[in-house]
């Protein structure tokens, strides 16, 4: 099995986002401050002026929620609520207090944001360049397909991106080219071993059948490749469907490395690849 | 109610929003001539109230029941941990626990439903055959879609929701 150290990409940005954390509670609360200091100190102040912090923290806000690959709705919006509070002709007292609980609403929807739509997406989880634990593992593993053909990378990147798109048949398809041939050095044969256990979970998926009483898994002196460790157990379900995530991976990795024109078609995958990865 | 083949269903906040102004009509005849002398057409627009929800409910349904046999026959069943971003428009069936259901107060139950390989979010925009509650074991068919549409995690947008074997 590869051995995969338990990666926390980077945040490369995590400095902006603090500050434009900061910036939701300081602009709103601010603006609410300035606008009752300023009639408290006689000086007169058009009511647009302090409401324009809260339009300034909503905007910050819904930075923060489009840059989380959750998305959150309400926090996407509110700079429209924003607007239509605060463009509006408003009494100035009135508009303090909405301006109190609008900085209230805004921080209370930072705080669900932070703890319940996770960390902002990184370059890697917004699907722009390779990044995590399935980047060490494709690293470590480019040696073992150092002599596949352009071809057959190909089909290993057309396999994947098949299979992810839900297009079973077309998968199989193609797993069942590239066996066809059958003229492949022994290091590669791991990578043949996951066209035979792609092909044959395609096949049963696009006809909707379920687990065969036997089925494909990898050898033992193909462990050193495996994301997942491939031990026999009582639990057959557990084993087929961990030999089709070792395939699939197998199969990205051998894409990545050797197929450099499908690699926008990898990247946009990688969501997937990485839920693989990281599942049981 | 049943109409046809369809079980019309009206949803809570119907009936609840169709008494509030049936007590508040009441109470504002009983008070005021002007609104007695309205009352020919205040009535039917108060059952309007009823009928539109219930109109709304049976086209959907039976849009529904012409849809599934069709999804029937073209979903493929999956794990739901294969369910992903590509997927998107494609017809799929799981099989799954019930884990968290919402809504079902509006008609448009929502449902968190999760198998041995994960979990994921049921969709449906219409009310079920069934009352499905937690820990009913079910079988979806429906639709991959994003969350909001142009954005957001990979879920079903539900065609069918059956209960395959008792809590």
Known sequence: ?280 | MKIGNVDVKVSIISIVVFVFFTIFLFLASVFSPEVRSQLIWLIPMLFMLLVIPSALNYMSRSHYADIEPVYDAQAKKIRIKLINEGMVGKPVRVEGVVERVHFKFLNRPQYRVADRSGEISVKMFTSTDEDVKVNDVVEVIGQVIRRYIVAGDPVINCVSIRKIKKS
């Open chain 1, 1 to 280: 099995m590869v051995n995969i150290p338990d990666e926390h990409p980077d945040q490369p940005n995590n400095s902006v986002h603090r500050w434009l954390e900061i910036a939701v509670p300081l602009f709103s609360f601010g603006g609410a401050f300035i606008a009752i200091l300023f009639p408290m100190l006689g000086i007169s102040l058009d009511f647009h002026v302090p409401a324009l912090g809260c339009v300034l923290a909503s905007c910050s806000l819904t930075y923060l929620a489009w840059i989380r690959p959750r998305k959150d709705i309400v926090a996407l919006t509110t700079p429209l609520y924003s607007v239509i509070f605060f463009t509006f002709p408003i009494d100035y007292s009135t508009a303090i207090v909405l301006q109190v609980f609008y900085a209230v609403s805004l921080t209370i929807l930072l705080v669900r944001l932070k703890y319940r739509f996770g960390n902002p997406g990184t370059a890697a989880s917004l699907g722009k360049e390779l990044g995590g634990s399935l980047k060490t593992y494709i690293e470590q593993t480019r040696d073992a397909f150092s002599d596949i053909s352009p071809e057959t990378a190909h089909s290993a990147a057309v396999v994947f991106v098949r299979f992810t798109e839900g297009e079973y048949d077309d998968a199989a398809q193609s797993s069942k080219s590239v066996l066809g041939d059958g003229e492949y050095p022994d290091s590669v044969s791991p990578l043949i071993r996951a066209f035979g256990i792609i092909r044959e979970h395609t096949t049963l998926l696009h006809k909707s059948l379920p687990r065969p009483v036997t089925y494909l898994t990898f050898s033992e002196k193909d462990s050193h490749l495996l994301v997942k460790p491939q031990v026999p157990s009582h639990d057959d379900d557990m084993e087929f469907y961990t030999a089709l995530d070792n395939a699939l991976l197998l199969v990205y990795s051998a894409a990545w490395n050797n197929s450099v024109q499908d690699r926008p078609h990898l990247l946009s995958c990688q969501a997937f690849a990485q839920k693989l990865m990281s599942s049981t």
